[in-house]
């Protein structure tokens, strides 16, 4: 009886399903949601932003978009981009982001942010409060308007006072009270902070119930200042103050040592740690070139030279001379740094622990090429992901890191009924990055269709004019 009930409702619930107009239809195309592990052929219907239903059956739509041939997936989320302006959120779409948060470093001004934002954005945004910007910010030197980094100096490179960084925690509290998701910290941009000023944000970050992502103190084998130093440093802050640590770019940070530091990773997390990681397909990476990150030592710390410091505007190799010049001048110039190899790059995409997470800067092809990237070299070429794999790297995994900040994040990252809209239709036989070193911004392929919030973003390859259906994603602090 109860059986017969059952199977009437649901007939009941079909055919109003059936009969129901969407605002949007995906028809035909192939499902994929990693945390049911549905993979099959099914119709989407999109209503009022959200995901109404998945079926077999025919649904009728306002508009039907035709997916038959291509993959439907829930649309990737980018734990770390900095390239917040228009164009770089146009590269983002097409290459299937539908979120692409600053979280690494985060942003000076957390309100100013997100008013500058609101009803301009293509794609979902968010920051985290800057514990670079607020250092900077009490030592006197307040960052440069649209920067996040400061020039290394006294701000960075010396340690504070226990009243400095009592009005460090004090101005990030009123940035997390703003709406930051987190608290960012890149500490090597900040090598002056001692190990207990990192312990006493995480003890800030961990009384919000909030995470901390950081950029690890150094990169290298040296010692002391090892990229393994680094990583006990904050597995060590997050084990003291029960605060979540999201440690970025560890195929950067932790450079020929990656898969040391990714067991350090999965040790702590046997032992009920809550850390996680990120990694993006490169063998270089970009940075400000007036930095404390080249501080004397940089070389026999990160094993290069002058030469593999590449200006990406001309592709000049540095010299001595020229680097003095450029590391002294009070103007952000960003250079590229060679400083990994294709063979660590490639272990650490494959490995489960890491989520696919951009770094995304104009400048750098990650910005624009990331995520297609990983589905043309490792999914279709190198066949050391299965697309399953990769798309879980790309949604499920940075929005269960997400929600650790927002409960908005347990919408998103999944293709199943009652979730956000954010969706990505590509086909993935041609998914590819066309975005090099020389052409950094060059769009990539693949991405017929994109979705934010039900509003199409890309629409049959293009970027859909006048659209801005981004929505912030903010922290609890914010009321
Ligand atoms: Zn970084």
């Not at 990476?285 to 094993?303: D, R, V, Y």
């Not at 940075?398 to 908005?408: D, G, I, V």
Request: charged share 20%; glycine share 10%.
């Amino acid at each position: 009886m109860r059986k017969l009930i059952f199977c009437l409702s649901l007939f009941c619930l079909s055919s109003f399903c059936a009969a129901q107009q969407y605002d949007l239809v995906i028809e035909g195309g192939r499902v994929l949601d990693p945390e049911t592990g549905l993979d099959a052929v099914r119709n989407i219907g999109i209503l009022g932003g959200k995901i109404a239903r998945i079926s077999a059956l025919p649904l009728n739509g306002s508009r039907v978009i035709q997916a038959a041939g291509l993959v439907v997936a829930p649309g990737f989320i980018d734990l770390h981009q900095h390239g917040q302006d228009l164009a770089s959120q146009r590269v983002k779409a097409l290459d299937g982001v539908t979120t692409a948060l600053e979280l690494e470093i985060g942003v000076p001004d957390v309100a100013q942010f997100l008013k500058a934002k609101q009803g301009r954005s293509l794609i979902n945004y968010g920051t985290s409060a800057s514990h670079v910007a607020a250092r900077a910010a009490v030592f006197g030197a307040p960052l440069p308007a649209g920067t996040i980094l400061p020039k290394s100096g006294p701000a960075t490179d010396e340690s504070a006072t226990p009243e400095q960084i009592e009005a460090i925690e004090a101005r990030l509290r009123a940035e997390l009270d703003a709406g930051g998701l987190a608290v960012g910290m890149g500490i090597q941009y900040t090598p002056g902070a001692t190990r207990l000023e990192v312990i006493d944000m995480f003890r800030l970050a961990a009384q919000r119930a909030l995470p901390v992502y950081t950029h690890i103190r150094s990169a290298g084998r040296v010692e002391p200042g090892s990229g393994i130093e680094a990583v006990s440093e904050v597995i060590g802050a997050s084990a003291i103050t029960g605060a979540a640590l999201h440690i970025v770019h560890i195929n950067s940070s932790c450079l020929r040592d990656s898969l040391e530091c990714l067991s350090m990773v999965a040790g702590a997390r046997a032992r009920g740690l809550d850390v996680t990681t990120e990694a993006y397909p490169y063998i270089a990476g970009i940075t400000p070139i007036n930095s404390a990150l080249f501080n004397p030592g940089w070389q026999e710390k990160l094993g290069i030279g002058y030469s593999d410091l590449v200006l990406p505007d001309t592709g000049e190799h540095l010299t001595r001379q020229r680097f003095n010049e450029l590391h002294n001048s009070s103007a952000t110039q960003w250079v590229l740094v060679y400083d990994n190899t294709q063979e660590v790059v490639d272990q650490v995409i494959a490995n489960p622990l890491v989520m696919i997470a951009s770094d995304g800067v104009e400048g750098h092809p990650r910005n624009a090429g990331t995520y297609s990237r990983v589905l043309a070299e490792y999914v279709r070429e190198k066949g050391t992901l299965t697309l399953m794999d990769a798309i879980r790297k790309m949604t499920l995994m940075p929005a269960e890191m997400l929600q650790r900040s927002t409960a908005a994040a347990r919408h998103m990252g999944r293709l199943q009924e009652g979730c956000d809209a954010d969706i990505v239709v590509f086909d993935a036989a041609t998914i590819r990055d066309r975005a090099t070193f020389q052409k950094p911004m060059q769009p990539s392929e693949g991405v017929q269709f994109l979705l934010v919030g039900g509003t199409v973003v890309v629409d049959e390859g293009k970027i859909a004019p006048d659209v801005f259906p981004g929505r912030a994603l903010l922290g609890p602090g914010k009321p």
